[in-house]
């Protein structure tokens, strides 16, 4: 056995070797790969903090992997049904680490490595190309377990590598897109990244569209085209193993661990073409189905919210009509109002020229009694004058009259008549000047009364005045108050009506929404009336998985759904027929190669319908064959008279 090293670690080492009587070559690309694995397999490996992550410079990964834990470790973690017992962890000398190779070299043969001519002197002296060769079988087996596991009980994959299986399962993904290349292994039929960018559009539609590989493949200069690839498969958490030069280079290694991590994301074959379109031409079934419900429940919405529109439109019109009368009543108590305040300004302006024409001539009357009064006390000065006057003179007279007494005594029985006459004539004339002067006084406190009563009579006018302008102002306020009144009370309508008119709608969408649970409910009710369920053989014609399938059948009233399995029921149906659109048959055992079998069809399916609207199932003797049929075509017979009872 030859081998070629370098200091700086593994470098194109090429040997070869008793494993597989094959030629071991390894890449530093590879190395860097696998120790990338490790890293991330056994990050959280509190076992092994002190020695992860390995560093793929230099050969310290060597004298990490040398001291047998760390290969056992990788091997539990990735298998953790193997049972790793006896490890030292921090192997004290030489034999406990041989121990410790010799536990690796165990537990690998268990999972499945091929260790011919391997031994555990081989680990401890780091021989680069067989540690690599550990290595890579590990994780080739790790990768692909599940590929194994997925497909254990299809029929047919026995015989097959889990690479061949890995590339049936590449190759169905890539037919379904319509991609007519065949990928044929892991080598250079993959350098173009084609391939790669056509399946994870396949597998992972929502991620990866057609659309951006189509844009990676326009990218000539390949290896920037894989770099670009491999960007999409950062998308989906797939960005391992491999580099744009491996990709380019056709490294079979590399490019089957990529492949293998695709298939661990995304390991579901997912449905046939006639199984896509037939799901595809149910779903738009329902979708009309489901459309036309709604079609006719926005009809009757439509008609109901056109009746509300109507009747809304009706109402805004009279509210119109009731809002333009209040605008021109608004418009004629408004000009009644400027009118009466225009009134009320001339009245105002007439009330205070009568109130200064009253006031001046209350001045001029005031002025005229004042006048007056001077004249009554002239008058009354000159009575009181003329009296004094006349008393004086009367006394004079008198005295007079006395001294002619005395001088004229003699003469007294000669001149008393004279004397009497003559004092009598002076008696009526002061009697007569003194009825003048009263006369006088008289006509002056008429005048002044008069004047007294026209100043009352002017008080009374203008209290009058006042009261009628109080009573207009107190008019126009209330004739305002029942305005504001009249107009609120109509908005607050016409809010009411339109707050009716929501409230309308929204009972009739509620109505509607209600009519349309009820019949889902009534929809839910008639899938849950459980008439049979038992499992059947059912023949199954996929070009990958074609036999004898067993599947959980049930049958809802008129509803045959079938399932993997009775755990499986309470999940999505692999498919649902309707009884009433079914023709049964039994089968003769030497066309199917099985006993009790019989076969359930669609009305329109053709003679050579495989997997469209033909089923073919098989049951576990013949009472069972007959009483599933018995049963779907007493369901059919109900469905039917049911439906003509509808009509």
Sequence with gaps: MTTQLKKTGLQGVSSTSGVGDSKHSFSETEKNAYIDFVNRTLADDTDVQAQVPLSPSGDAWLDIIATGVLLPKLIKTSFPDVDVVGLALA???????????????KVAKEVGCNLVNIGATDLTEKKVHLVMAVLWQIIRISMLKNVVTSFEHEDGIEDLTPEAILLRWVNTHLGRIGYTKVVKGFGSGLNDSEAYCMLMAAIAREHVSISDAETVLRELNLETRAELMLQLADRLGCRKFVTPKDVVEGNPRLNLA????????FP????????????????????????????????RSKSELEGNLNDAIQQKNRLEKVVSEKDTSLQSTTEAYQQTSSARQQLEAQLAAALRALEDERNARLNADLASQKQIASLTAELEQSRAQATQHLEATMNSYQLQLQRLHAEKEQSLTVLQQASSDEVESLKQTIAQLQQRIDELEALVSSLEDARAQLRKELEERNFRVAELEQGLSELAKRMETSLTGAERQRLEQLANAERAKQEALMRAQSERDQELEKMRMLLTGNTRSGYLLKLSTHSLIAGWKKRWFVLHDHVLAYYKDNKSEQDRPLRVIHVEKLRIYTLDEKDVKRKHSFMITEEGAQDNDKEGKSVTLAASSEAEMREWMDSIATQKKKRIGAAVLTK
Excluded at 91 to 105: G, R
């Design 91 to 105: 192997p004290k000398n030489a034999f406990e680490i041989n121990q410790n190779h010799d536990i690796c070299l």
């Design 258 to 265: 990529f492949t293998a991590t695709l298939f661990n994301a």
């Design 268 to 299: 579901s074959l997912g449905p046939t073409p006639e199984e896509l379109a037939a799901q595809r031409v149910k779903q738009v079934e329902e979708q009309l189905a489901n459309l036309s419900s709604r079609l006719g429940e926005m009809e």
